[in-house]
């Protein structure tokens, strides 16, 4: 990381565009709430290297079984289960 800013949730969300201009730089913004760090933004270099650049897409297939025989019928009996 380059550098690293701390700012307020209401400077954030009114500077958002900015924060993220800084982020693809290479600069990290902290965000805080009420004093205390609530959420970052990072450049995408950094996310992708703490996750290891892991998308949705990895999870294909991961569900396999899940819905037994029939989405439709496991879904319908997920469905009664609430009347």
Avoid: F
């Avoid at 990290?28 to 009420?34: A, E, K, L």
């Avoid at 270099?45 to 899940?66: I, P, T």
């Avoid at 319908?76 to 609430?82: I, K, S, T, V, Y």
């Amino acid at each position: 990381m380059k550098s690293t800013t701390t700012v307020g949730l209401e400077q954030a969300r009114a500077n958002l565009s900015a924060l993220a201009e800084q982020a693809h730089a290479g600069k990290t913004s902290v965000i805080t709430r009420h004093g205390k760090p609530y959420a970052a933004i990072v450049p995408l270099s950094v996310a992708q290297a703490r996750h290891g650049g892991a998308s949705l897409l990895d999870l294909r297939g991961s569900g396999k079984h899940l819905w037994k025989n029939s989405v439709a019928k496991t879904v319908g009996r997920l469905r009664r289960e609430w009347d």
